[in-house]
């Protein structure tokens, strides 16, 4: 099959099928040029206007420029230069914020360590990736400390999540927010670091092609691996979000804001809650966790215009016992996924009727594309998205392609055929991360190929049919079992191990790991033991039930046998 006449006959379909009033280029609000200059110009443009809100707590555009610049001050002063390595470990909080752009300002690389590593997975990353500072939570720090020596690590900057918390609340804490934390000796402390620094430091050229953040992902095969991101992919993604995200025939809300609980460790958080507030010169109501009278009370106070989530999180607002005091006239906009509970006419009837909102699927993407490759807006008359095969991801965002190629040869399907999801985006990833074998792999001829099932039907609309059979979704968040296998390989009482996903009706799938023990005395272990060593080793989501095996089944060619392995599931 002919690509250039495939993908000429698949732009006519999304042209024909594109809905009215979306744009159909990316929309850049300031221009193309570097997120730090954007939050520099909305600054000078607007310096008093609120940039973050955390729970009542607000820091102006001008404040976060200004603080942000001694971030970037106080990297050069230690010594660090362009393409350096700063990570950062720490849930969501205004000091992220500040950090992400400081280290974007002065050329340094971000990278989002997940606070709830253990130490095995703290350290994989760590040495990977070479970071010589990281600002870590003050809860976390006497971790951090016990595998400096381990690591590159040079300098351990502390802060806690209290630190900017209000004395008057506008928003319900959570419990334990505003506990102060431990003492952490030899580590400096974020805000005195702050409060001594110069805002001066010696201009640094940043430009859209400069590498900006390592977003690591898991990967089918090994431990997980940077997905490289430039300032220009940050850019696309957002302004090809802000392009498809709302109808711009409905009326904007004056003095509005956005919502992010999403982590901003995760991409998807790093989009919502760091990118896409600057981008559009908005306040982000910055939360640290989903809780659903925070956010009923977040759209009433602050005029919310937008709320995603997840399915399970629309059925607790509407189900809240105090929904009646809250008003959500606000809303424009509501996407959700569907990692448990699934997407349904009824449920959005009922939201329809709450809030004259129809809520949607939400884009599909990877972290390897910045994460949003497709829109769905438009796209919900008669429920002919939830009428189709599932999942219905609608049609690519302005500037990205998508092909349904064969998985082991590579050839094109026709339309309505399954096969392998691939991707040619102008926010695809520039490579991983000291990995080129994996890139060459993954990345042909500028296409991704994602791993993942999907179908491009007969108008062109892209349909997202499975996984890769690897990878487990565990209350939305991604777990590889290769990874998990990777982990329980390094104990010494592990002889082999085989992870499988089972489906969960609380969490959609949960991790099984089939452990054979080695016969000498060091495989003497038992389950509770090894469970609390992976509680040690690994983040809490990934922690999996544990089945002794005697011996792994084995295909001819000496592999484990997973298919077999289902039957003991």
Known sequence: MDE?????????????????????????????IPMTEYLKLWAGATPDKASIIYYGQELTFGQLNDLSDKFASYLVSSGLKKGDRVAIMLPNCPQFIIAFYGILKCGCVCLPVNPMFKKAELVHELNDAEPRIILVLDHLYSMVDSVKDETSLE???TTGTNTYLPETPTIPIPTGLDLAGPDCPGSIDFVTMLEEQSPEYPAVE????DLAVLNYTGGTTGMPKGCEHTQGDMLYTLAAAIATAYDPTKNTVEGSSMLSYFPVFWIA????????PIAANMPIVLLARWDAEAVLVAIDRYKIMGLTGVVDSLLEIMDHPDLDKY???????????SFVTKLNVDIRKRWEALTGVTVRESAYGMTETHTMDTFTMGMQVDDMDLKSKPVFCGLPMPGTQLKIVDFQTGELKELGEDGEIAIKTPSLMKRYWRNPEATKRDIIEGWLHTGDIGMLDEQGYLHYLGRTKEMLKTKGMSVFPTEIEGLLAMHPA???CAVLGKSDEKKG???IAFVQRKTSDEGQITEAELISWCRENMAIYKVPVIKFIEK?????TGKINKKNLHNFL
């Open 4 to 32: 250039k006449a495939y993908l000429e006959r698949l732009q006519e379909l999304w042209n024909k099928n594109w809905p009215e009033n979306i744009l159909r280029e990316p929309l850049y609000p300031l221009g193309e």
């Open 552 to 556: 792994l089944p084995l295909t001819d």
């Open 155 to 157: 300098i351990i900057i």
């Open 269 to 276: 958080g790093e989009i919502g809650g760091l990118l896409a």
């Open 206 to 209: 940043v430009g859209l092609d």
């Open 509 to 511: 799938e949960i991790p």
């Open 494 to 496: 592990v002889e082999a």
């Open 327 to 337: 008003d959500l006239s606000s809303l424009r906009s509501t996407s959700v996924s």
